[in-house]
């Protein structure tokens, strides 16, 4: 009892706080800039991937599956070691960090979006062609704007994979929420109390969103 | 208007089109009736390139369709098409389906596209649905708005492909009233239909095919009270 008591009115409850709020900020920028990048980067591989031209498209599917079957770990080291040492470009954590979001969540979205534009009706594709639109144009006006509503609640749940993925670049010393939670650990011995903070900071982030998509996906009716 | 000589139209290995000959006039109606599975569709859409032609020439309003120099979506804009299940765009509104060819392929004015496709919404009966999604029309509607799409583009021949196939049977003569409507215009129309009625009636002729040919074609009098081939006179007997 005395020991609970003691674990409640405890200290470290408070004094993680700006530790949490420093890296949680941090956590949010890599994440956000990342997955934004990434969105980029999966909307040309996921339209690559749909591409008669053999090239295209077997270049995006290098690209995809090399990094869907690499642990985003792996891909961290490779891109803040491996690269940035042996090339000598000199990426900061920070730097590093966004990119293996970026390269890693733009594999996912690119099977988000091949999946999103090949779930609409082929009609509709040989509607716009009939009426003279260009198939860029047939894919602009006609199949995007339908694909992208089916692509919001897989896309979504990919922002709160990533957002969750950036603890893993404590590793490299990304200085984001998990990476300080673990230097305050070592510097106060104390264990509990900055973990159940951490996990914390994390839910304080993924739930909401995940309620938020789940609002967008009653809306939309998909 | 259009002449179609000796197509072919293979998937994979299957051929589909075994060599096809046919002529339309200008301002003709033209019918196309056979079982399913006997080529009628695919001929249809090989008539704006929606399928890639194998072999032989097909040639509208005096441009060839299989040189490959020729502008296709220009072409396209030219053969108004409607299909079997409408293929309406959902996300767009009813006046927005019919004015986005307008607006994007001849690149008129906003208010110009919106007077177009209120008059043609008007021509089909849906004035009053202008602003409404297409989820929110019953079948007969959305095939009405199908043709006022295709119509927009004041096309030079209108191919339909079975329009009234997917609709409830108590809304298959508002559609054909409209095609009606064209035909006594004198646009010129190859029509893919189970409809013999409107066959009989509307069409300057009739064709018939089965297996990937033309087994017979004429009048459609000729046809449907006094057909010479086998395979036709089997076919109608089991339709009529």
């Known amino acids: 009892m005395e020991a609970l008591m003691e674990l409640i009115n405890s200290q470290h409850w408070g004094n993680t706080l700006p530790f949490i709020r420093r890296g949680l900020a941090l956590t949010l920028y890599i994440t956000l800039v990342g997955v934004l990048i990434g969105f980029f980067i999966g909307t040309i591989t996921g339209i690559a991937r749909l591409s008669k031209n053999k090239l295209i498209y077997a270049l995006a599917t290098i690209y995809i599956e090399l990094i869907r079957g690499t642990p985003i770990l792996v891909q961290a080291l490779v891109l803040y070691f491996s690269i940035s040492q042996t090339f000598g470009i000199n990426l900061d954590a920070v730097t590093a960090g966004i990119v293996a979001i970026a390269i890693n969540a733009g594999a996912y979205i690119a099977e988000i979006v091949r999946g999103g534009v090949e779930s609409i009706d082929k009609g509709q594709m040989e509607a716009g062609r009939s009426i003279g639109l260009s198939s860029t144009q047939t894919m602009r006006y006609i199949i995007w704007p339908q694909a992208f509503k089916r692509m919001i609640p897989p896309l979504g749940n990919q922002f709160i994979i990533s957002l969750k993925d950036t603890s893993i670049f404590a590793i490299i010393s990304v200085g984001e929420v998990t990476f300080l939670m673990r230097q305050y650990v070592s510097s106060t011995a104390a264990t509990f109390e900055p973990y159940v903070m951490l996990c914390l900071a994390y839910l304080i982030i993924t739930i909401p969103a995940m309620l938020i998509l789940r609002m967008i996906e009653r809306r939309l009716d998909v | 208007m259009i002449k179609v000589t000796d197509l072919h139209k293979s998937f994979g290995d299957l051929e589909v089109l075994k060599g096809i000959d046919a002529e339309v006039k200008e301002k003709e109606v033209v019918c196309v009736i056979g079982p399913s599975g006997s080529g009628k569709s695919t001929f249809l859409r090989c008539l704006n ?37 409408f293929n309406l765009f959902p996300h767009k509104t009813v006046l927005e389906n019919v004015t986005l060819g307008p607006l994007k392929v001849k690149e008129v004015s906003k208010d110009e596209a919106d007077k177009l496709g209120r008059s043609l919404l008007e021509k089909v009966g849906l004035s009053d649905k202008a602003d409404v999604y297409p989820g929110a029309l019953s079948g007969g509607q959305k095939q009405r708005v199908a043709i006022a799409r295709a119509l927009a583009m004041n096309p030079k021949v209108m191919l339909f492909d079975e329009p009234t196939s997917a609709l409830d049977p108590e809304l298959v ?44 074609e004429g009048d459609p009098n000729d046809i449907f009270d006094n057909p010479q081939n086998p395979r036709t006179k089997e076919f109608l007997s089991k339709v009529l």
């Open chain 2, 173 to 216: 003569g508002d559609v054909l009233a409209v095609m009606k409507d064209l035909a006594k215009e004198g646009m010129t129309m190859v029509v893919v239909t189970h409809e013999m009625g409107f066959a009989r009636e509307m069409g300057d002729r009739v064709i018939f095919m089965d297996e990937g040919v033309i087994m017979e």
């Open chain 2, 49 to 85: 390139l929606l399928e890639e032609v194998t072999s032989g020439e097909v040639v509208i309003d005096g441009e060839s369709l299989t040189n490959p120099q020729i502008n296709i979506n220009k072409l396209r804009s030219q053969v108004g098409m409607v299909f079997q299940h």
